[in-house]
């Protein structure tokens, strides 16, 4: 097996730190991300008020039930009351106030709420899925960088296991080594090159894909 290119004592070179930069996908992100706690805490105070409002009797049922807001158009108090010219002593009649009819503003508002949650999860998920991508194209060297480093550790591993066992096989004398704290490690470190095994499955197949995607070599696989 030939032994990869390496800098300094036995080491390959490590890639530069990776440094976050804000970009416009991260930004969408972290902006549609933030919506979603906002949400959720108003929609925890919606509750509480609809719980509030609702009253519930000693049999568990609701003391008070949603009703709709009366028809605007049809709604003479507005018009009629308009027509007093400010001469009036009191405020306008209203039904804002109609427990019932602030029930039912409230729950609608609590499935607004829901349904904005649902749709900011899934803008957010589409807002991760391009800052990912965006990200990924940004580091794609630095990503490499870090495969190749890992790829030739591992291939300096192997080596260093052959070397090893060989040296091992020259100074055992009849079938029998000497007693070593050091003895045995080989075959849970990859084991051997050349030899396949289920220690060596996934670092062989990660060699694999390091080759077909380019980032070492057939040559500096071996």
Request: aromatic content about 4%; hydrophobic content about 40%.
């Amino acid at each position: 097996m030939a032994s990869p290119r390496l800098h300094g004592r036995g080491m390959a070179k490590a890639a530069a730190p990776i440094t976050k930069h804000e970009t416009a996908a991260r930004e969408a992100f972290a902006k549609i991300n933030a919506k979603i706690p906002e949400l959720s805490d108003r929609r925890r105070q919606v509750a509480r008020q609809i719980v509030e409002i609702e009253q519930v009797g000693p049999a568990g049922v609701p003391l008070v039930f949603p009703v709709e807001p009366p028809d605007e158009s049809k709604n003479l108090d507005a018009p009629a009351f308009a027509l007093l010219n400010g001469a009036a002593v009191g405020p306008a009649p209203s039904k804002a106030s109609d427990p019932a009819v602030k029930l039912n503003s409230l729950q609608r508002e609590l499935a607004v709420i829901d349904r904005a949650i649902v749709l900011a999860q899934g803008q957010a998920n589409l807002a991760a899925s391009a800052a990912s991508r965006e990200a990924a194209e940004e580091y794609k060297e630095t990503s490499r960088s870090l495969h190749r480093h890992r790829a030739l550790l591992i291939v300096s591993l192997l080596k260093a296991n052959e070397d090893i066992e060989a040296l091992r096989g020259r100074t055992a004398v009849g079938g029998s080594s000497a007693d070593s704290s050091l003895e045995g490690f080989t075959i849970r470190l990859f084991g051997l090159p050349s030899t396949p095994s289920h220690w060596n499955i996934w670092p062989r197949r990660y060699l694999d894909a390091c080759v077909e995607a380019g980032v070492i070599t057939k040559d500096e696989s071996q």
